[in-house]
């Protein structure tokens, strides 16, 4: 039983140590000067210089705001219409709901990451390309949001609604005031994983913007890594670590209650 | 539109020096491909442009990487809002004359002092510029490769530190002599490093003329990447690795180079011009720059973006984006672009300035891009050029990678290239 | 009548959701269809009806069939490797361990850091000579390594970052429904007798299936969609080896310029996708209800 147990100690802590390294790395290159880079000195100096450097460089500031507008208006799109959807498919029977809950799982499948081309077609059309709502548009409407929230929903006690009736509340406040609250474990754990991957999403970002005032923070970071000359690693990592700085500090901070709205919203 | 708009307004009031009532307006936009100090400059120089030029309103638009800055204006033109002028790599004058966007500069160039303006710059940069017999780009940010080298390991390794070598054959003597094992005979040190990352046919470019190939014609509809000259070439390349053992094996990374070159992986590399600053700034070693090594002749390509002008724009905006390119290649601003970034001054007028004699003096280095244009021809671009260059690195890449020989690999090359480009002939 | 106006509350609840889906997703899908029967304009040529001839260019293309191929070994490697690394995670971190809140957070950053940032990280670890792994190697005495430059190996260095980025994503789902497994079921085996084992087996195992099943839509969605890391290691190279379909889509329509055959290939992706849908909501229907 010990045995077992030192085992498994070891076994997590060793694919702890391997999975923390890229971060470990980060942190290490952003912190010493370009000249360590590739030699792990425990008396190397600390510098502060390549963040400095790093702001200077690019208009991270400007970057940082822009990806934080963007994961705003999709999360906020998101909950809207997604609240709105889950609902009707929650608690209405209707003609069509059995092949419109169909095109809603669709989704999950084929996501606009993947519609590229016709997408760009269509920013272009209405005439959005290098805007941050061109960026939010395909992701607004969310299948998997959706899908996420209708189970929530089904499960609140018909009872509730009945009650909430009789005393003559409207749809909308009944929604608003009955089915959101019990809700928001799912709103948290739905929000931290769309926060998550629109702060790091890059392939349509990177097609949809070319300037400075829409650029997201991982398109930015990829200019910025990519110049002619040359990698310089102590610089990217410490641009990387000041731009994932909030959102990492906010899993490290909330890791716990991140997996218990997860567990409590059901997704399993 | 309104995103347009608002972006007008922010660059109104970065140049808020500007005349008020100005009475042409035109859009620039400009890539950046050697970090931040460059952008700067840019809009210093535009800056100063139009505080002294009354009636021009110039908006110096910062459009990313050279990737970037091609697909915003393609979008913008066919969006109908096209910019009148924007800087573009040199290569993608064909794509831009494909979807019908540019003009050329001949038009415009009326006095006698504008054609002989039109006819100062180094004729290497000239061949990416001109087709047709017509003027389509002004070199402005360009580049071509060099030999830097390791001074301190040519000594360690009993090499006169300040001869590099002239030749192929000098490349491959040195090399050997410089790579350096441990006791396991594990490599410690390479001789040379030719990076194949990502667009591995630049620098590849400079075996093929050095073996006296060509590899596109001036019409950009016939590429030669199966003639003999080239496949010895890329046998040469693959044999570094292969045969000579002085060069690691594989696709070697472009991005990792100067820090291999600083780390003592390598003591010889071949990379842009653009680095040269870099490698002052960071080689904790003295090391030397150099021309490409010869082999049947010297040779390099040039690289680097060009001015194009737009079509869309009015006589007064062309007229105007014409004045202002002839003002910023002028000798004094040129220098000062030069020196802030590490671009070789396309016009021989630069030179002679006394910024550029003094920075020369100060650090000689920089003479040697100078000096090796006279061997340098037109970067590899045709039609369909993304698609066409993307052929040829693919080829490299299968020879390097040791999938297929050189002949077989060019060979395939050239019929898909040749697929490509009948339709432009 | 009263029916009536619930059907159209609850039409216009779903109205202004479906304007969004149908416009950026299924729309899309079906115009991709109708693009690839067209040429591509360009400045001088407006597009033109090209029957299937984009789908004979597709057919007679080898760095189609190279991508395709590669995208197989990349959902064949990546799906059940990051699936069980994921869940193995979780059991760990479900259980007493020393120090375990630093285990967790180590296991939760590749959700954190984004694709494009960590592949430089990457690269340096991949870096012939100087790098991570050949530091590492370079004491133990092996030699020079060159993953993401040679053919052979380029596309698995890929598949690792990928793997490293998605274990740490599912464990979230896992942790999550380990924790919802009553304890008193577990304690009723032990009282039986059951080994850890089959514990795990009869127990567990089956009562994380629907977690399974849904972290593996994702992780099949996702095999076909990551691809941000490509383009700072690999760039698809070297001559392909290691492109995926999507990076490979990306180049033709944004590089190339080539939007018909783009769509093309968008429409071969569809259908795979197509088929597996069809193939998960068989499974979906089997082995998980949702009421």
Known sequence: MTADRILNTAGAWALALIWVLPLAYAIWTAVHPAAYEARFDLFAPLTLENFIKAWNAAPFGRYFLNTFVLVTVILAGQIVLCTFAAYAFARYQFPGRGVLFGLVLLQLLIMPDILIVENYKAIRLLDLVDTIPAIALPYIASGFGIFLLRQTFMSVPKELEEAAQVEGMSTLGILVKVYMPLAIPTYLAYGLV?????????????????????????????????????VEWSVINAATLMTSGPLLLAFLLFQRQFVQSFMRAGIK | ????????????????????????????????????????????????????????????????????????????????????????????MFTLLDEDLIMPFDDFATSEEDKAWLNSFYPAFMENSQTGGKTYGIPFQRSTPVLYWNKEAFKAAGLDPETPPATWDEMVEMGKKLTLKDDAGNVTQWGVRIPSSGFPYWLFQGLTTENGAILANADGNEVSFDDPKVVEALDYLVDLSKEHKVMAPGIIEWGATPKAFFEGQTAMMWTSTGNLTNVRKNAPFDFGVAMLPANKRRGAPTGGGNFFLFKGASDEQAKAAFDFVKWISGPEQSAKWTIATGYVAPRPETWETETMKAYAAEFPPVLVARDQLEHAVAELSTYENQRVTRIFNDALAAAITGQKTSEEALKEAQAKADAILQDYR | MLRTRGWIHAWLLLLPGFVFLI?????????????????????????KWAGLENYDTLIGDPIFWKVLWNNAIYAAGTIPLSIIIALVMALWVNRQLAGRGFVRMAYFTPTVLPMIAVANIWMFFYTPGFGLIDQIGGALGFGQTNILGSANSALFGVMVVTIWKEAGFFMIFYLAALQTIPTSLIEAARVEGAGGWTIFRRITLPLLMPTTLFVSINAVVNSFRMVDHIFILTGGGPDNASSLLLFYIYEVAFRFWDTAYAATLTVVLLVFLMILAIGQFFLFDRKVHYR
């Open chain 1, 194 to 230: 769309s926060v998550s991957h629109h702060w790091n999403n890059f392939l349509w970002p990177l097609i949809i913007t070319n300037s400075v005032e829409t650029r997201p923070v991982t398109v930015g970071l990829s200019i910025f890594s990519a110049i002619d000359s040359g």
């Open chain 3, 23 to 47: 416009a950026f997703t299924h729309l899309p899908a079906l115009t991709t269809l109708w693009s690839s029967f067209f040429t591509t304009p360009r400045g001088r040529r407006p597009a």
């Open chain 2, 1 to 92: 539109m309104l995103m347009t708009k608002f972006k007008a307004a922010a660059a109104a009031l970065a140049f808020a020096a500007a005349p008020a009532a100005a009475d042409v307006d035109l859009q620039f936009y400009f890539p950046v491909a050697v970090g931040g100090a460059a952008a700067d400059t840019i809009e210093e120089l535009t800056a100063q442009y139009v505080a002294e030029n009354e009636g021009v309103n110039i908006e110096a638009i910062y459009a990313g990487s050279y990737q970037d800055t091609v697909a915003k204006a393609l979008t913008a033109a066919r969006g109908g809002n096209a910019p009148q002028l924007s800087v573009i790599l040199s290569v993608d």
